[in-house]
């Protein structure tokens, strides 16, 4: 017996379905397709308008960059040739004065080299005019401490003289004094009396009697010399000098501070000795006085 077979009752409704199904998915796919057909037309539009703009931007900036680097550059060019200007008349001045130095220098040592030829000039000089005076002094005396008469003249003291060289056992004539006077000193009341002889001979013989009669119990003074008044002690010695007096001086101060006992003055010349019979020392300058300071 054949068998009836009969479609199942929902089989149309699910090919209804199906073909609904289909058609909303064709629907849909058109619509995300026409969606995304038209979304990017619009995105592509935006982006191009606003690089668009973005470019104007930069080349605006990128130009006023340019304009403010030119700026900058004319700046710094300007700059430069003004240091370079500077730098040149730096160098200019520099040589210039290196010049006026090398000149001034040059002449410097023309000054001073004749500058040393004069100190010796006048070192040779120096010594030449003491020489002369000296020579010219080798037979006078200073007599010091003698009062000053008010109505004194040149005979008052030849007499003075003479009377001297009685004092000390001497003989002294009126010829033999070439001449006499009076010095300007600190105490005008008893000016020094300088005694020019006519010979170093006799000069030295009333040195040599002034050195023994002081040795004894009177020293010589003015009442051996018949001066009225209240006595006073009589220096004499030998007329040195302006150079030589002030080595004296010199000389006695570093007697006493060094304990030399014997500080004298002979024929023109200084010595010192520190005792009897010990090391004669002959000052002839103030440097004298500094090498015998260095020995000791």
């Known amino acids: 017996m054949p068998l009836n077979r009969t479609p199942p009752p ?17 629907d849909y796919a ?7 057909c038209s979304t990017p037309k619009l995105t592509f539009r935006n982006a191009k308008r606003r690089r668009s703009a973005s470019d104007g931007g930069i080349t605006h900036f990128m130009s006023e960059m340019r304009q403010l680097f030119q700026e900058l550059k004319a700046q710094q060019s300007e700059t430069i040739n003004k240091l370079c200007s500077a730098v040149e008349d730096l160098r200019s001045s520099v ?49 010091r401490n003698v009062p000053v008469n008010n109505a004194e003249t040149k005979e008052h003291l030849v007499n003075t003289v003479i009377n001297t060289g009685k004092a000390l056992n001497l003989e002294i004539q009126p010829y033999e004094i070439k001449d006499v006077f009076r010095i300007k000193t600190k105490i005008p009341e008893n000016k020094t009396i300088i005694v020019d002889l006519n ?34 002690p009589v220096f004499i010695s030998e007329n040195l000098t302006s150079k030589m007096k002030r080595v004296f001086f010199l000389a006695r101060d570093y007697a006493k501070t060094n304990d030399f006992r014997f500080c004298w003055v002979s024929h023109g010349k200084i010595y010192l000795r520190k005792r009897e019979g010990g090391a004669l020392f ?4 103030e440097s004298d006085l500094t090498k015998l300071q260095k020995q000791k």
């Open 282 to 285: 002959r000052i002839s300058s």
């Open 199 to 232: 010979s170093v001979i006799l000069k030295e013989k009333i040195m040599f009697a002034v050195r023994k009669f002081n040795k004894g119990q009177n020293r010589l003074s003015t009442e051996h010399l018949k001066i009225t008044g209240p006595a006073k």
């Open 95 to 143: 040589s210039f004065l290196a010049e006026k130095y090398d000149s001034l220098a040059s002449k410097y040592d023309k000054l001073e080299s004749g500058r040393k030829d004069d100190q010796k000039c006048i070192k040779l000089l120096e010594e030449a005019l003491e020489k002369s005076e000296h020579s010219y002094r080798s037979a006078c005396l200073e007599i």
């Open 10 to 26: 929902h089989a149309p409704s699910s090919e209804a379905n199906l073909s609904v199904e289909q058609n909303l998915s064709a």
């Open 30 to 36: 058109c619509e995300h397709e026409a969606s995304v």
